[in-house]
């Protein structure tokens, strides 16, 4: 028994999965980790090299060889579409439903007159069929222009005329009557109706929402909540392991999207300080799993910008080299991703990739735990290491890592 460290380098997927000619054709040919290495032949990643990155996507290019000694392997993704909410629940064992797809004017009667019945004021702005809600005259409910069409609706308001208690709650209010894959329920201080209005904008003609980076509403004291369609996180590992009286540790964006009780909790954007925390908690924690999302691998994705996201990881590995020595043999951590987000190949959006388990055990050597098909295998392969009940999904590989034969 000991510590279980995951670390997500989110979107850092390696290579299409095969029904993406049926369910996302635009994503054939997308493989975010060897396009970026084609793009940028000078990124220096040795410590991700080692742990078996060039393993799990199948290739060696120039000095990115395969590892002798890595343990490795890859997960398909069982949630639907490429969704890094969907992905972290299913990581932490939750089986993923089937949502609907939606533009939110679909739906904007059912979800006034449930707003307007929990005690909200509520109105329309816009024209009819591309009309978004004005509740209290401090928040908007609309689509989310950042995820596929679709997928999201948005709750954007403005913290200093609504708490974040009412944000939640009128969130909860959404969430209740739909069934998108995800209500997200945000604010921030500094921000009016006026100006969050004027961040409205139509997208791929049916859609229509707040730009929240343009809101202003991320700028300063930002607050957010993510109500997933079909979460329970009761039967989530993390959840399982608190209530089994072990620590968890949430850094990055894994703060903000997993529920579960507790006091380790670093929210934030920034690689290295994020490791920092990481590398900390790690040092701290003698019995526990510590969660840790890498958010600026995702943003250079969606920037389209592949040097940015080789700099990125360049940070992230030499971190991990300082973090290694802080885990023993009697400690497991996976190096992972929640899908991909291909900067190469021609637009913003998020790519369904398979994702690569780099697993860093000490002293063990050239593992292989196959082609997972679940994220969920993660989070059953933590219970089993902890040895308390499994999550609602998945099954371990920790006999591959600590009892099979080297390959």
Known sequence: MGKFGIIVLDSWGVGAMDDVLQVRPNDIGSNTALNIIKAVP???????????????????????????????????LMHHGADSYLAHQEIMGTKPRIPLLQPFNEAIETVEAQVRKDGF????????????????????????????????????ASLDEMPFEEITRLGQS?????????????????????????????????????????????????????????????VQVSSILRKNGYAVVLVGKTADIINVE???????????????????QSREIENGLLFMNIQET????????????ARVLEVADKK??????????????????????????????????????????KGTHN???????????????????????????????????VGGTEL
């Open 42 to 76: 000078d990124i220096d990643i040795p410590i991700l090299r080692q742990l078996g990155i060039m393993n799990a996507i199948g290739i060696e290019r120039g000095v990115n060889k395969f590892s002798s000694t890595a343990n490795w392997g890859t997960s398909l």
């Open 121 to 156: 004021e509520v109105r329309r702005y816009g024209k009819k069929g591309l009309q978004i809600l004005v509740v209290n005259n401090c928040a908007v409910i609309g689509d989310n222009l950042e995820a596929d069409s679709g997928q999201v609706y948005n709750v954007t």
């Open 174 to 234: 959404v969430r209740s009557v739909v069934k998108v894959s995800r209500v997200i329920a945000f604010g921030g201080r500094g921000v009016s109706i006026d100006k969050i209005l004027a961040a409205r904008k139509i997208e791929h003609t049916f859609y229509t929402g707040v730009s929240a980076p343009e809101s202003g509403v991320y700028n300063k004291d930002y607050h957010v909540i993510h109500l997933g369609y079909g979460i329970d996180p009761n």
């Open 298 to 309: 995702d943003l250079a994705g969606h920037a389209e910008d592949p040097v940015r996201y």
């Open 262 to 280: 507790t006091n380790r909790r670093f929210p934030g954007v920034d690689t290295a300080e994020l490791f920092n925390h990481f590398i900390a």
């Open 320 to 361: 991990i080299n300082e973090l290694l020595p802080y885990y023993d043999e009697n400690d497991i951590l996976i190096v992972m991703a929640d899908h991909g987000d291909d900067p190469t190949i021609g637009f913003s959006l998020h790519t369904r990739e398979r994702t690569p388990l780099l697993i860093y055990k």
């Open 367 to 401: 593992k292989y735990v196959g082609e997972r098909l679940t994220l969920s295998d993660v989070g059953a392969t933590v219970a089993d290491y902890f040895q308390v009940e499994a999550p609602e999904n998945g099954q371990s590989f920790l006999n591959r890592v």
